[in-house]
């Protein structure tokens, strides 16, 4: 549905985008996710039409956004970081507006009354835009790029300044979105992303460092797992029988006992999953395994290791991708 190819923003002799390529198909929800300043929003501007790349292809469902903009574009839905709305209008005038400005043909009144209800803004389509609090305005915001019913949807930072509750109600309405539409989120929001989408493109200085599964780019970090594990049992004893389970690198006492279990870190190699491995031990020896907890596997741990190699003076690995 959505092809970068080989895309390259110049400005002089700094580069917003430096070779990206990504595809994102139909039906997907795909967060695109980095510090700030790493290029996301050149990325959304260029799919979008609103920037044209120094160099590389960008293509809607196989229409180029460069060489046919309008056909592309009648895609896309849109919602910039600051949204486009006119302050002075009421929520219905706007929307009659947008839809007017796009040349849509669905039926005008059940068009725009469905997605009033889509986005909860029935109640207030005869207010002043102005009077609405900032998540209102949102929701105005995300309202005008439905308008049309476009395929793709891309959203940047779209929660930028709203109060938890107001955070909440938006992701709700991106997931309902995303069942009818393909959409891109960026943003430099961890909990964003987990929450919302299916898959993860991390991007730092121009540079995809990351493109795997939500629930996959935890589990094939290259650095290995941590875990930190109670168990009850002699410690040394402990530690001694866990180094020999095949994944492990390395098992540390942790300094501290959880009444009469031991405490240990362990480090696997790559991306080996020792759980089934290590209960099997604690059985075979009748320990208790009372504890087993991830370390450092969250998706914000994840991304600062990923940010933190790609800037490596002499990193020349690759960044995680799908398989």
């Known amino acids: 549905m959505v092809k970068a190819k080989n895309l390259v923003k110049r400005y002089g002799s700094n580069y917003a985008l430096n070779d990206v390529s990504f595809e994102i198909g139909e039906g997907e929800i795909v967060g695109l996710l980095g510090p700030n300043g790493a290029g996301k929003s050149t990325a959304m501007n260029i799919l979008t039409g609103y920037l044209s790349s120094s160099s590389g292809e960008a293509t809607i469902n196989g229409i180029s956004i460069l060489e046919n903009p309008i056909e592309a574009k009648r895609l896309i839905g849109f919602l910039p970081e600051q ?38 803004l029935t109640d207030v389509k005869d207010r002043l835009i102005k009077n609405l609090s900032k998540g209102y305005k949102q929701r105005v915001g995300i309202a005008q790029a439905l308008v049309g019913d476009p395929k793709v949807i891309i959203f940047d930072e779209p929660t930028v300044g709203l109060d938890p509750k107001q955070i909440l109600e938006v992701r709700n309405l991106i997931r309902t979105l995303g069942k009818r539409h393909t959409v891109i989120l960026s943003t430099h ?11 993860v493109i991390i991007i730092n200085k121009g540079k995809i460092i990351a493109d795997a599964r ?22 040394r004893e402990v530690i001694s029988a866990v180094k020999r389970i ?70 020349s690995r690759r960044g995680l991708k799908r398989n």
């Open 83 to 120: 949204p486009p709305i006119y302050p002075e209008m009421t929520v219905l005038e706007y929307l009659n507006f947008v839809y007017e400005l796009k040349g849509c043909e669905f039926p005008r009144g059940e068009h725009i009354g469905e997605i009033l209800s889509v986005v909860k």
């Open 189 to 199: 929001i961890l909990a964003e992303v987990q929450a919302v989408c299916e898959r």
């Open 214 to 235: 939500t629930e996959d780019i935890v589990r094939t970090i290259e650095d290995g797992y941590c875990y930190e594990a109670r168990i009850c049992g002699p410690t």
């Open 246 to 315: 095949n994944g492990v690198r390395s098992v540390d006492e942790a300094g501290v006992r959880d009444g009469d279990a031991a405490v240990i870190n362990i480090e696997t190699v790559g991306g080996s999953d020792i759980r089934r491995a290590l209960f099997r031990l604690c059985v075979q020896n009748n320990w208790a395994l009372i504890g087993l907890m991830p370390v450092g596997t969250d998706l914000e741990s994840v991304f600062i290791r990923l940010v933190d190699r790609s800037e490596r003076p002499d990193s």
